[in-house]
């Protein structure tokens, strides 16, 4: 068995026949050696390479990559967000990360935001990712390791779409129908989607545990989301209710409740099964919006949607899922029937005044 490496490291100076050896290994585990007639010099030699590895050394815990890594333990977040954080982190300088994070400069951070959306990633995006760069520099100003944030002026181009795009209620019906099809031919990205279209939940509380189904399978048990109210039981429509209880069949209750099934993953097939209906693309979180929007437009109340959704209030709902004009058109027929009741009794008196019977 190989001796193991203990990183980069300066051996000697060692005595030998005519003279004294210097011996240096790299971060890669290369050997190299170098050879003096006189002691002192090879010091000399061996306490410079100390010193220039030191110095590398040094500037590593002051890369990017260390720094980020070292802020990501400050978080006081909740697991959820806390993936969130590091997919936005991973974004920033991706081939950069031993570059030192005093260099950055406005221009560097400018143009970072420029390469991600150009890339194609939204301006909301865009704009989440530069909070956490602010976010980031000011730590490392706060802690003496940089004078000035260079994100602290930066803005992002564009303006940012309010809500995402939300299938029809035609198209929503087509892909729930897709969804359960595919789902019982085994696909779980099938199944995941189905929960999202059918109940509003959040991508990443669809990947449960087996013992969050509840009540025979009935219920959903959400006992961890992004907000204290996202936490929350969900009711199952009946023809999920029979294919959950299928896929966790023989499992222990610890055991994921759709195995294998990430956020990636799920984000991956949503397309195909899209496209299998016939629907436009839309994100996972636009299923959330769909349902929002099915919901009012079935006249449920505005309150019940939000707590549906998993909102304290259904203020967020409104601003941001339901599609533009769903809820006041809801308002309208909710008037309407309230006045077609008042005319139809008022008729019903009229009628009855005539006949007598008043």
Known sequence: MGRPRGGARVLGPYAEPGGYRVRWIDGAGTRRADFFKDK???????????????????????????????????????PTTRETY????????????ERLASSITPVDVREEL???????????????????VKCFFAWLVERGLLKTNPAAAV?????????????????????????LSASWEGS?????????????????????????????????????SKTAAGVRRVRLDPALVALLKFVSLGRGPEEALLPGLSYQRLARGLPKLLGAASCPRVTLHGLRGTFA???????????????ALGHASDRVTRAHYYRPGAAEEAQDRARGAVFDSVRNRSEDRQLAETTGEI
């Open 293 to 307: 929007t099915l919901a009012i437009t079935e006249d449920a109340p505005s309150a019940a949607v939000g707590r």
């Open 86 to 97: 590091s997919t936005m982190s991973a974004w920033l300088w991706p081939q950069e990360r």
């Open 40 to 78: 002192s010099e090879a010091e000399k030699h061996a306490a410079g390479l100390r010193a220039g590895l030191a110095k590398v050394a040094q500037q590593a815990e002051r890369s990017l990559g260390a720094l980020l890594l070292a802020w990501s333990k400050t978080w006081e977040v909740s």
């Open 155 to 179: 803005k992002v181009k564009g303006r940012a779409n309010r809500g995402k795009v939300q299938l029809t209620v035609d198209e929503a019906r087509r892909l729930w129908r897709v969804a």
């Open 114 to 132: 420029d390469r991600l959306r150009a890339e194609g990633y939204a301006v909301a995006s865009i704009q989440c990712v530069a909070r956490r």
């Open 188 to 224: 779980l990205e099938a199944l995941g989607v189905a929960l999202l279209i059918r109940h509003g939940l959040r991508a990443r509380e669809v990947l449960r545990q087996v013992r969050d189904l509840d009540e025979g399978g009935a219920v959903l048990v959400v006992s961890k």
